[in-house]
């Protein structure tokens, strides 16, 4: 298949709000595709790459290449350049890696290269996420979207179950079930603003410490013990402490969902930062395990016992989970058979686990099944959300949806000096109102443009929300912000008004975040 058509598509899909068009747009695709390229055409609209992020950047990325005058680039032949792009490493890396890039886009169309610099880049936001391009499939295949969503969420791919479906119809679909040894997806929660609210919209629930560490999934069969990441990576190797652990354990064919959590002397926990440094250390692992030890802490099970438990609501989940992992190595919990009664209660917990070190509550209704990959609303977290005025230095060009519109900004706080301290940059929380009107002022404010980045003059406040602080060298106030979003524009604020320094460091404090705190993306 010509990538010209994914690429038409994936613009077209962009322009519609209607899921129901985004669907049979998808859908009408994914039935032209030649079966042995449907996985890829199905992950290339969902803007992901088989092989992963291929470690290049917009410079390389960004390089004028004379586009081709006729559509002849196929999907295999992309596929083919991503994956020796992948297998690029030693002297000469970034020039070879340069090489491919020019190669590929020279044979691109014009609306091509753009659709391969933003599905390169991470950046494809064409709404063709797995929830649509699930629905195309299905609809594709003439098979139920529950059916094959649960497939996907047992299997944990969906380009991999959808070219089996889209290849052999509905019967492909009974070898997609739970298995030990296969990572399936795990259930994700949604937020709540407090407790209180949580347990309204939850009814019997329970409350659970919320831990900063790595989620992992532990499946044990007889002596064969895998450990994955949320993102499906193994990294049983790594996590010897895990594996003694599930080896010690009664049952000997499981599957625990947890978290890998550091403590330090006083039992409090340590950073993520800390933690994922640990597990993607390149010390031998004895070396690792001295450095810091790891605890892991479980609080669901899928299968035990001969049993898959998927389907069983959260109450007999944890008693099952109870008979097979000691207390010691479970969640602290809360049962909340009547929420009215009991919310003071509730928010006690929440108040010790925050006083405990750890970032917030897990609120889980006790009749909920286990809907793995899905992000529903029976698991809400609450976490304490903190807020500051900062001023915008610079911003970046958008890619994909966001091209010609000023996205990326990057955020500073007061110093004493009476310049301006970067924390760290955003472009999430930003609506496409907010996106027109921020460039618009921002070109107003501009003192430079290199082509990706605007410098502008610090006057423009906003109002940023975000979870915490992290360590970085790369700041100058030695901290940067954790999952910082953007709450509103504040024109009506000068940038003297803005939040200094050392009101960022006090509020780290309260939160029990010192400066030497962070948390670094991957492994989690």
């Excluded at 006729?70 to 350049?81: F, I, N, W, Y």
């Excluded at 002297?91 to 340069?98: D, F, L, S, V």
């Excluded at 609303?377 to 500051?388: D, F, I, S």
Aim: aromatic share 4%; net charge neutral.
């Amino acid at each position: 298949m010509l990538l010209a058509e994914v690429a038409r598509v994936s613009r077209e899909v962009a322009e519609t709000s209607a899921r129901s068009r985004k669907s049979a747009l998808l859908a009408e695709l994914f039935r032209a595709a030649p079966p042995e390229e449907a996985a890829l055409v199905i992950a290339y609209l969902a803007g992901r790459l088989p092989q992963g992020r291929p470690g290049i950047g917009w410079r390389a990325l960004g390089r004028e290449v004379a586009p081709a005058g006729q559509p002849t680039l196929t999907v295999s032949e992309v596929d083919a350049a991503v994956t020796a792009l992948a297998a690029v490493s030693g002297a000469g890396a970034q020039g070879e890696r340069q090489r491919i890039v020019d190669g590929l886009l020279g044979a691109a169309t014009a609306e091509e290269q753009r659709f391969l610099r933003s599905l390169l880049s991470g950046e494809v936001r064409q709404g063709a996420l797995d929830a649509v391009a699930l629905d195309g499939v299905a609809a594709a295949a003439g098979v139920p979207a529950t059916a094959l969503r649960r497939a996907v969420m047992l299997d944990g791919s969906l380009a991999r179950v959808a070219g089996a479906v889209l290849a052999e119809g509905s019967a492909a679909l009974e070898r997609f079930t739970l298995r030990v040894g296969r990572p399936v997806q795990p259930m994700l929660a949604n937020t709540a603003a407090s407790v209180a609210e949580a347990l309204a919209a939850l009814g019997p629930c329970s409350v659970e410490e919320k831990l900063d560490g790595i989620r992992v999934q532990v499946h044990r069969d007889g002596e064969r013990v895998g450990v994955y990441t949320r993102s499906l990576d193994e990294i049983t190797g790594r996590l010897p402490e895990v594996v003694e652990l599930a080896r010690s354990l009664p049952g000997d064919r499981f599957v625990l969902d947890g978290e890998v959590i550091g403590l330090d002397a006083q039992g409090r926990p340590v950073p993520f930062q800390a933690v994922s440094s640990r597990v993607g250390s390149r010390l031998d692992v004895a070396a690792a395990v001295r450095s810091l030890p790891l605890t892991v802490c479980f609080f669901d099970v899928l299968a035990a016992g001969g049993r898959e438990l998927l389907d069983l609501p959260a109450r007999e989940r944890h008693a099952a989970l109870a008979e097979l992992v000691p207390q010691a190595s479970r969640v602290r919990r809360l049962a909340v058979e009547d929420p009215v009664a009991q919310v003071v209660q509730a928010e006690e917990f929440w108040a010790q686990t925050l006083r405990r070190g750890h970032e917030g509550v897990m609120v889980k209704a006790l009749d909920s099944p286990y809907a793995a990959g899905r992000r529903g609303k029976q698991w809400l977290k609450v976490k304490p959300v903190h807020t500051l005025d900062l001023v915008v230095l610079a911003a970046e060009w958008g890619h994909g949806r966001r091209t010609g519109l000023l996205s990326n900004l990057h955020l500073g706080a007061r110093a004493a000096d009476g310049t301006f301290a970067m924390l760290g940059k955003t472009f999430k929380g930003l609506t496409d109102e907010m996106l027109r009107w921020q460039t618009e002022r921002l070109r107003e404010l501009a003192t430079g443009d290199d082509g990706f980045t605007v410098r502008v003059r610090p006057e423009l406040v906003v109002e940023i929300a975000y979870d915490g602080l992290q360590s970085s060298p790369r700041y100058p106030a030695g901290v940067a912000l954790r999952f910082a979003r953007v709450v509103r524009h504040r024109p009506d604020k000068s940038a003297a008004e803005a939040d200094t320094v050392e009101t960022v460091l006090g509020q780290g404090q309260g939160q029990g975040q010192g400066q030497s705190q962070s948390r670094g993306e991957g492994l989690g």
